[in-house]
């Protein structure tokens, strides 16, 4: 692999005017392969929380303090780069996250960020006819809100643009999938079809006939059984393209929240993973969530899950040790699970548990005692309340143990289940980009709860005060994966884009060093990476990120402006901006070969994830 310090190599970025105390460490013995000076280093490190410089040798970091103190590392072989008082961060880690599917996805019909449904309606008949030969049109992306109040869309509006072959398009939660009359045809499902357990076709009012579209995974499957299959190299290039995304957006590890099992008894994705990391073209340290099948016998998965977790290469960054259970759906298309029935509905109605309690604590014991972290897809108050259950049968079972189990999503909450994270030493899994007044939240979402219950959406600060460790994830494709936006939305309560005015709720806001904290060493703690990676410290791997402005410089509602200029994983350069790639010693752009392995795609300024495909390829 070819190092960042074999570079000739000098950002003149301009200087920042945050002056910081540094705090010198013992820099040990041997010169370093590359020192970064000058620069505003936020060190995610309680002991030693800003520094100057830092030094790297063999992909390990070997010294964090002053420049003064990082001279004394310097020989004939050392390469420096002065940053001008630029930002330098941890790498940053999303916990909650779907690379190769959303990479797959960003290579067919995309529809992310389209508003009004005559403007989706043009998308989806691009997408049909730039591509007149496919047997179907797959992609997703379209939000609930454009069909307010229900939020389902109607097949027939499919049917007049795309009459003679099957259309399946995802919305953009993952937890809908719309359809046309040809789909339907195709997966066999008329008047006549029973809703499969764990979801639901939905109808025309006073009618059984299906009406265009379905909720939640085992009713998407039943269509999406029969699209085109993805190949190998779909996948692959598929997690190519997220990788580049992340990159270019300082995350150096993460988690992937969903890995089916696929015939064969393989899990979709972890082949493309291995593959990558076996070339050395990774470049993530990555722990996969193996799919927990609601219906499906503990003594038919348990054995999967552990060949899947063996068979993974010691020394790779590849780690197949969670489980991912999802408990419910979403709010606002009535899926979730809560405590009290739905306030929009006179029929006593509160949602469905996708595991019933008893079955959920016998599989939670079990995998619990098998070393498995558990990762839960728990939405409602009542999967959160039964998700915490299992985790307490599962303690009192066992005993306890560092399992580092988290909930993710944990959108509405009884405030009695608050203090039981801190508790029981589970993880707070949020997405703070959710965490605002958008149309979702208004429109969908407040309607089906109430003025009282809604007091406790996405409750980060008050999470945060409780003394629990709190993780932040995006959940991408479904939300922008840039962690600055989140961190911004974690920060303001707003949407880091001005889309709203008003925060959500009444002091849920975090500082800017707790949000830091969420992304970077809560995260690699999350993935039992935190002696590793996640903060600057001396014996740490070299993951770090470039920032063009201080984070604690800029007003809050700045941060998501904030640009990466360079990520190093392991000491190397994997990720360097437009900006960056025309600072090298003589002005000339820097030599692709140069780069880490597996970079190809790194020199290219990349847009966000939502805008960087351009539709249909």
Known sequence: MNRLFRLSLCLLLASCSAEIPTVEENPGAGGADLIV????????????????????????????GDDQGAQELVDSETQTVNLHGRMMLPGFHDIHVHPVESGVLYQQCVLFDIRGVAKLLDKIKECALANPHDEWIVGGGWTLDNFVPTGLPD?????????????????????????????LEFA???????????????????????????????????????????????????????????????ITGIQDALLKLEPGDGYYGLDAYNQLDARDELNLHVVTALF???????SQQLPKFLNARKQQPVDGNVKATAIKIWQDGVIETQTAALLEPYSDRSDGFRGDLQNPSDDLNKAVIALDAANFQIHF????????????????????????????????HIQLFD??????????????????????????????????????????????????RSG?????????????????????????????NGLTDVPLGVGEEITLAEAIKNYTINGAYVNFLDDQVGSIEVGKQA???????????????????????????????????????????????????????????????????????????
């Open 37 to 64: 000076q000058n620069a505003t280093i936020y060190t995610v490190n309680p002991d030693q929380p800003w520094a100057s410089a830092v030094a790297i040798k063999d992909g390990q970091i070997i010294y964090v």
């Open 155 to 183: 097949k027939k509006l499919l049917d007049d643009i795309v009459p003679d072959r099957p259309v399946s398009l995802k919305s953009s939660d993952g937890h809908s999938l719309w359809v046309n009359s040809k789909a």
């Open 188 to 250: 066999g499902i008329d008047a006549t079809t029973p809703d499969p357990e764990n979801g639901r076709i939905d109808r025309y009012p006073n009618s059984d006939e299906p009406s265009g579209s379905v909720q939640e995974d085992s009713a998407i499957m039943l269509v999406a059984d029969h699209e085109p299959p993805l190949t190998s190299d779909d996948l692959i290039n598929g997690l190519k393209y997220s990788r580049d995304l992340f990159h270019s957006y300082g």
């Open 292 to 298: 927990w099948e609601n219906t499906v016998p503990l």
């Open 377 to 408: 897809h728990a939405i409602g108050d009542r999967a959160i309340r039964v998700s915490l259950d299992a985790l307490e049968h599962a303690q009192k079972a066992n005993g306890s143990r560092d399992g580092r189990h988290h909930l993710s």
């Open 415 to 464: 405030p009695g289940d608050i203090p039981r994270f801190a508790d029981l030493n589970v993880v707070a899994n949020f997405q703070p980009l959710w965490a605002i007044q958008d149309s979702y939240i208004t429109d969908l979402t407040w309607p089906r709860l109430g003025e009282e219950r809604s007091k406790w959406l996405y409750p980060i600060g008050t999470m945060q």
């Open 468 to 496: 629990a460790r709190v993780g932040f994830g995006s959940d991408w494709y479904v939300t922008s994966v840039n962690p600055l936006d989140g961190i911004e939305a974690a920060v303001t309560r707003l949407d880091p």
């Open 543 to 617: 993951d770090l990120v470039i920032l063009d402005k201080n984070l604690f410089a800029i007003p809050a509602h700045e941060i998501n402006q904030t640009k990466v200029i360079a990520t190093f994983f392991a000491g190397c350069l994997v990720y360097i901006s437009t900006e960056g790639d025309k600072l090298s010693d003589d002005g000339k752009p820097i030599p692709q070969t140069l780069l880490c392995d597996g970079s190809t795609n790194s020199r290219r300024e990349i847009a966000r994830g939502k805008d960087i495909n351009d539709g249909w390829n």
